[in-house]
């Protein structure tokens, strides 16, 4: 009887061993365009095809993407934590907290935002976190995914940060191509100012935002980001002061948002950097005024020693001309005496 069991228990274990190992993927439910819905462990995307396993099953199989509607990923992910650190700024701390409850990996979820689903937000979020730190190529990664996307809202952001990330890599061409796809018109002026910054054009650029501002005074989706760019284009135009008033403001009146977060590092940083230069300059004058000061004290030294050497002089030639006198007088006397 133990024996049996055993085998049993062997027989199990391999079976759950197998499943493991056969249902590799990750868990979702897709609805179908007829409404239908199925229970799936996602494999990838190839060829304009969804392949899945089915739950509990172990053949792959593989439907058109166009026949999908939507595609739901079933795990525990903590999106408000995770958007709570993207509205504060803090964008290494979301990915990393991405990269802990993604499963197998954030990179396996990415082709899946071509479909419409209930992470594409998310992602959203991470194209623009990976921007804000620098990262121009993972950004533009996930937006030439999310540009596929079926929900216009998502393939605007994904429009938008693509721009920017070819602003980042000085791909002003490409910029401008995805300006013109631009619908929203705030958006387009801001992008606008974004494509004319990048050529060097400030004061067009800085004139676009005042467009924009006076246009769109209520449009909470631009005029944060526009009055933020206003404060680069004051230091790119020299204008230090009015850049650091402006990010300063900035980070008051959008407190408590990503906008505010990225105002308040961009206040420190010319702060900073203000005082930087300031200091040197500081630095460089009293440089400056010791090497003056040591010229001066060298000019003097040289004086004293000269004044030393013409008063010698002088005095050299005062005697001489007293023993010339001299030398006259006797001659003179001489000659009386002769006389």
Request: a negative charge; charged letters at 25%; proline letters at 2%.
């Amino acid at each position: 009887m133990k024996g049996v069991f055993s085998a049993l228990l062997v027989l199990v274990v391999t079976a759950s061993v197998s499943l493991g190992q056969t249902q590799s993927g990750i868990p979702a439910r897709i609805t179908a365009a007829n409404g239908r819905q199925f229970e799936v462990f996602l494999q990838k995307i190839e060829d304009e095809n969804i392949k899945f396993l089915m739950n509990r099953g172990n053949k792959e199989q593989s439907v058109p993407v166009r026949l999908i509607t939507t595609v739901e990923f079933v795990g525990r992910y903590d999106i408000e934590g995770m958007e709570l650190m993207f509205n504060n700024g803090d964008y290494q701390g979301m990915i990393n907290k991405m990269t802990v409850e993604m499963k197998p990996s954030v990179d396996a979820f990415l082709p899946f935002m071509s479909t419409k689903n209930n992470l594409q937000d998310l992602f959203a979020m991470l194209m623009k976190a990976e921007l804000g730190l620098g990262h121009a190529a993972r950004a533009k990664e996930i937006s030439s995914l999310l540009m596929k996307n079926p929900d216009t809202g998502i393939q605007g952001q994904a429009e938008s940060i693509g721009l920017l990330a070819a602003l980042d890599e000085d791909d002003i061409s490409t910029a401008e191509t995805l300006l013109g796809e631009i619908d929203s018109d705030p958006g387009k002026l801001y992008l606008g100012a974004c494509v004319e910054r990048a050529k060097g054009n400030f004061v067009v650029a800085i004139n676009m935002v005042v467009d924009l501002i006076m246009a769109y005074p209520n449009d909470l989706n631009w005029m944060p980001q526009a009055e933020l760019l206003n404060a680069h284009l004051y230091m790119d135009m020299g204008r230090t002061n009015s850049a650091i008033q402006t990010a300063r403001q900035v980070k008051f009146i959008y407190a408590n948002s990503r906008v505010g977060t990225d105002a308040a590092n961009l206040y420190m940083e010319y702060k900073k950097a203000q005082d930087a230069a300031a200091d040197a300059a500081k630095e460089r004058e009293e440089l400056e005024e010791a090497n003056r000061a040591a010229v001066r004290a060298k000019a003097e030294e040289r004086a004293k020693g000269f004044g030393f050497d013409a008063a010698s002089e002088e005095d050299t030639n005062s005697e001489s001309g007293a023993e010339d006198d001299v030398g006259n007088g006797e001659s003179g006397s001489d000659t009386g005496e002769a006389l």
